[in-house]
């Protein structure tokens, strides 16, 4: 206990060399045994070895859901609890009565919360690509709010089918009735649940480094790799991109709380780094995630969505039309398209059950559903291929094991 103690007073000062912290790492023919072996797990994906990804991936399902049954087996009361609470849920979702209506305005909410607040989860991942469901699905759907906005001139969108389908609301409205504020009202919601959701993806590299600097243990982590380096090699650091790290870790070591919030509230490439140093100075979990939480959900996401009600307003809109068809030689070509998706736009605002759907429609949405479709086969099998990963993990660990007790 002394001992941890006096590790967590001095967070900044390393333990050793890298190979003197761990006995298991002070042998160089066992180190380079795991780097072959490290090597070996990451060529383990389905187009290299498809049957054996395949059945490694099985393996490590089954593996996972014994583990996760034995955890809620443990912690039987709260799951008791929970299941309580679902059957009276349930019941009251199938008796008829008055109350309906409460039952279905709050089965309708929270699930589009949790739409959004899985988006935002899956964003942290970047899909498996780095590609933010920002890009595919928060911004888009912001983005046509705003133009029906401006179009109708309101926000009351009937419902339904908002948000499913945007159509102008057949009452009189009143001219100018529409400000950059309503607009942040009506999306306030959807925002703020990805940002949420965005705050949670950012808690395992926490936990990860956390768990590592407790138990003592080398995780197989590059970017946790990578952050040891850099603190090792600090005064030594060079490069823009060292010297960036170093700063974000200063930062979020020095300031706490307010240095967390910080780092969270801006678009920040380097924020995994922030969630692994605060793991790693055992930084508590509610200062690390708080900040986090509001960083994200509130400041960061009214930054982001102003800037895309004001990118798509009216008059800017038309701005960057025009300025497509000046571009030479493929300038016209270009802006026939955009010119035709918005007038469909348009049309589909006012009558939402017409069947005709023009060829630009057709060509812009064709390539969006295209890419979104891609980015998720992407994800699905970048899942399968870490799952296949992690069980070959087990099985050289295991094998590490019987060695050493031979």
């Not at 206990?1 to 967590?8: L, Q, R, T, V």
């Not at 790693?280 to 995630?289: G, K, Y």
């Not at 992407?378 to 291929?385: A, C, D, E, K, V």
Request: charged share 20%.
């Amino acid at each position: 206990m002394a001992e941890n103690g006096a590790d967590c007073d001095l967070p900044q000062k390393r333990v050793g060399p890298k190979e003197n912290r761990n006995g298991n790492f002070s042998d160089a023919p066992l180190r380079e045994r795991k780097q072959q072996d490290r090597e070996e797990r990451l060529s383990l994906v389905l187009w290299r070895k498809p049957l054996l990804t395949l059945q490694y991936s099985f393996l490590e399902t089954l593996v996972t859901l014994k583990e996760w049954t034995w955890r809620l087996w443990q912690r039987r009361g709260a799951v008791f609890l929970v299941l309580v609470l679902f059957s009276v849920f349930s019941m009251a979702y199938s008796i008829e009565g008055a109350h309906q209506k409460y039952v279905q305005y709050l089965e309708k909410k929270m699930l589009w919360c949790a739409y959004w607040v899985g988006l935002g989860i899956l964003s942290s991942v970047g899909l498996g690509t780095g590609l933010h469901t920002f890009l595919l699905y928060l911004g888009p759907h912001i983005a046509s709010v705003t133009l029906a906005a401006y179009e109708c001139g309101s926000v009351n969108f009937p419902e339904p089918p908002y948000p499913t389908q945007i159509i102008c609301p057949e009452e009189e409205v009143v001219q100018d009735s529409v400000s950059l504020w309503t607009i942040m009202s009506k999306v306030r919601l959807e925002a703020c649940m990805w940002g949420a959701g965005t705050a949670i993806g950012e808690l395992p590299p926490y936990f990860m480094a956390r768990a590592a600097r407790l138990s003592g243990a080398e995780p197989d982590d590059e970017d946790y790799e990578e952050f040891e380096e850099m603190l090792e090699q600090a005064q030594s650091a060079q490069d823009f991109a060292t010297r960036a790290k170093l700063a974000v870790q200063n930062l979020v070591q020095k300031v706490g709380f307010l240095g967390i919030l910080a780092c969270a509230s801006i678009p920040n490439p380097l924020f995994d780094l922030a969630g692994i140093t605060c793991g790693h100075f055992l930084i508590p979990f509610w200062t690390f995630f708080g900040a986090t939480l509001i960083g994200k959900a509130v400041i960061k996401m009214h930054i982001q969505k102003l800037f895309v009600i004001i990118t798509f307003s009216k008059h800017i809109v038309e701005q960057m039309v025009s300025l497509i068809g000046v571009i030479p030689g493929v300038g016209a070509s270009l802006q026939k398209p955009f010119r035709e998706y918005l007038e469909a736009q348009r049309t589909k605002l006012h009558n939402p059950v017409a069947d005709g759907t023009p060829a630009g429609e057709n060509w812009l949405s064709w390539i969006f559903e295209k890419v979104v479709l891609v980015m998720v086969c992407y994800f699905i099998l970048s899942i399968i291929n870490s799952m296949a990963q992690s069980y070959a993990k087990r099985l050289q660990q295991r094998k590490y094991s019987e060695e050493k007790t031979k």
